[in-house]
């Protein structure tokens, strides 16, 4: 309550005194510095950063750590977790420690390069339709209706049915899928912020457009911005794996999806070979949880009302 | 009764949007993939009904208007063309065959994951920072980071292969004849309760987490602190004044998830072979049977349009706010 009444005076202040760039600071110190040191000092974010970096290294070293195609057949097949091999081995004889290292470079640049764009699509979308408003707002928005009320799954099967198979087509189908969420959530914050003064300023002294979308409405819902983000990443690792699962992915490059559909394949679970299904999707749980945790954790910095009470 | 409309027409074009989506997909594709699925059935067909799959994916000669306006005409008389995989059912009576058992995995699994997350969910405002509060949100959310299929696919191994506790696929015994008996309804219970249990265990998180913010919300209003020094008991509060005006939320996160649960049932069937249309879908894109896909898209598309519909109705009764703006 207190930080939004000190915005509003000052911004209704600063109109006539200060430049319209001068409100920006005072809102970015709510939201953008405000936010990392509160973010550093949650224990669920802290978690939640500590495994998505591990992840992000052993994606990283993975041909070091394991050279050579993981694909590779060795000697051993459906061999139980051992010394020669950590986590065992599949039907096929390949190594599943390797095949889930590799397949997080697969997974992790997936998941996130849909979660960048689908965000950034949201971001256009949204921030043009508060903007603007009027006939623009009421087009954005019914297209982001229809995405969002089409049921997302089905709509993935029948895009990669009809496009040819590939790493590309698999992230333009989860962007498609994906953006409205975000589109929808983005646009609701943008308009309250289109009634502020310090915007309205901004249009007086004739910013261009792209620079109020970008550099005053959006640097002020950083925090908004940011878990959409992150909840578009947990969508596009968990909604590649699906579809990966289904067999309706690349199914020639390894990723936790693929390795899952050929545990699947291979009869895994009729066999028993219990430590050919774990990896993959533990994994992919696991990075999940981390983002989800992360996420949370900016909700909690940025909306007291959800922290818990502490006891004194 | 503006509002209903406002969103009647909305749903239409929705709708339209969706049909539309539907003729344009075949036809937009780069290399050809209706003439791969005319080389695999060709041999069993009539001239009259490969003339009419010509229609259906647009190899005639007729310009792209008249194409789409015969679309439209033959989805409105319920014509979605015949299944060739099934050759040669219609591919309204497939669908039809089908939809059964999907409708009940979908419908049981989110009515128990609704009530009992809006349940938690109430308990856990209520009881700020308590034991249900602290250790449920946490233990949901790393049990929904999971992949739905990977769930599936663990409590089948668990429950199914391991345990022997559940049948291992399909929705009801092989060889036994469907009938009204008290043996066929408790044998297709037993086949439902591993998928609808894994479709529960991932979705109840959110809703407990979304009553939960609601619900906290709701407690900081006026009326309850009003409630309180009325000296009204506990439960009654609880649930006739915070609950009820933080259910609105969840109702129509229910219209939207409806879609999920639909969505998200095509991977249950895929683990567990259930019988459902979104196991159908699947099967019908490996076999290249495009009608059916479509028809299948259609349909689901349809029904969650429908349902939403539906849910609107009933927020119209419920909140008097949308009656008047």
């Known amino acids: ?312 | 009764m503006r509002f209903l409309l406002r969103r009647l027409g909305f749903y239409l074009i929705a709708f339209w949007a969706c049909i539309t989506l539907n003729f344009f997909l075949p036809r937009l594709m780069p290399g050809d993939p209706v003439s791969r699925m005319f080389a695999q059935v060709q041999t069993q067909m009539r001239p009259d009904q490969i003339a009419a799959l010509r229609q259906l994916f647009g190899l005639t000669n007729k310009p792209l208007w008249q194409q789409y306006l015969d679309y439209i005409g033959n989805i409105f008389r319920g014509n979605m063309g015949i299944s060739l995989s099934r050759f040669p059912t219609p591919v309204s009576s497939v669908i039809s065959s089908e939809i059964g058992w999907t409708l009940l995995l979908g419908a049981t699994s989110l009515i128990i994951a609704v009530v009992l997350g809006n349940l938690l969910g109430i308990i856990a405002a209520w009881r700020r920072g308590k034991f249900l509060d602290s250790v449920f949100p946490p233990l949901l959310v790393f049990v929904g980071s999971f992949p739905y299929f990977w769930l599936a696919m663990a409590a089948l191994y668990l429950f199914g292969i391991v345990l022997g506790w559940f049948p291992l696929n399909h929705a009801f015994t092989d060889g036994v004849e469907p009938s009204f008996s008290f043996s066929y309804v408790a044998d297709v219970a037993n086949h439902l309760v591993l998928p609808a249990l894994t479709i529960v265990l991932v979705s109840i998180g959110g809703w407990m987490l979304g009553m939960r913010n609601t619900m906290i919300a709701t407690t900081a209003e006026d009326y309850i602190t009003m409630a309180r020094a009325k000296g009204l008991r506990s439960g009654r509060i609880m649930f006739h004044y915070a609950a009820r005006n933080a259910m609105l939320p969840s109702i129509t996160a229910f219209g939207m998830s409806l879609g999920f649960v639909v969505g998200g049932a095509l991977l249950t069937e895929t683990v567990f072979a259930y019988p459902g249309i979104g196991y159908q879908l699947l099967n019908s894109v490996q076999a290249l049977d495009y009608p059916l896909t479509q028809g299948i898209f259609l349909t689901i598309t349809t029904a969650v349009l429908a349902a939403n519909f539906l849910v609107d109705i009933i927020y119209v009764r419920l909140d008097p706010r949308v009656r008047v703006s």
């Open chain 1, 1 to 312: 309550m207190s930080i939004s009444q000190s915005q509003r005076q000052t911004s209704t202040s600063g109109d006539t005194k200060t430049p319209p760039s001068a409100p920006r600071s005072i809102f970015s110190k709510v939201t953008g510095g405000g936010l990392a040191h509160g973010l550093l000092t949650n224990k669920k974010a802290l978690f939640g950063l500590t495994i998505l970096f591990l992840f992000v290294v052993l994606a990283v070293l993975a041909p070091v750590l394991m050279p050579g195609n993981p694909s590779n057949f060795t000697a051993d097949v459906s061999a139980a977790p051992s010394a020669d091999h950590w986590l065992g081995t599949t039907a096929k004889g390949q190594d599943v420690l390797a095949l889930t290292l590799w397949g997080s470079r697969s997974s992790l640049s997936v998941g996130f390069a849909v979660g960048l764009i689908a965000t950034f699509i949201g971001c256009l979308v949204g921030i043009a339709s508060a903007y603007f408003g009027k006939v623009t707002d009421e087009l954005l928005s019914l297209l982001t209706n229809i995405f969002l009320l089409i049921p997302g799954l089905p709509l993935l099967v029948v895009l990669a049915a009809f496009l040819p198979p590939g790493p590309a087509t698999v992230v333009i189908v989860l962007v498609i899928t994906g953006w409205a969420g975000s589109a929808r959530v983005l646009r609701s914050q943008a308009l309250s912020i289109r009634g502020k003064d310090f915007l309205a300023s901004a249009i007086v002294t004739g910013e261009k457009t792209w620079r109020i979308m970008f550099l005053e409405i959006m640097p002020n819902m950083a925090s908004i911005v940011m878990s959409t983000l992150l909840g578009c990443i947990i969508y596009g690792i968990g909604a590649q794996a699906g579809l990966e699962f289904l067999g309706l992915g690349d199914t020639s490059s390894v990723s936790w999806g693929t390795n899952l559909y050929w545990a699947n394949n291979d009869g895994a679970m009729m066999t028993g070979d219990w430590w050919v299904l774990i990896p993959s999707g533990l994994a992919i749980a696991l990075i999940a949880f981390a983002l989800a945790m992360i996420n949370y954790a900016v909700d909690e910095v940025t909306n007291p009302r959800l922290r818990a009470e502490k006891k004194d």
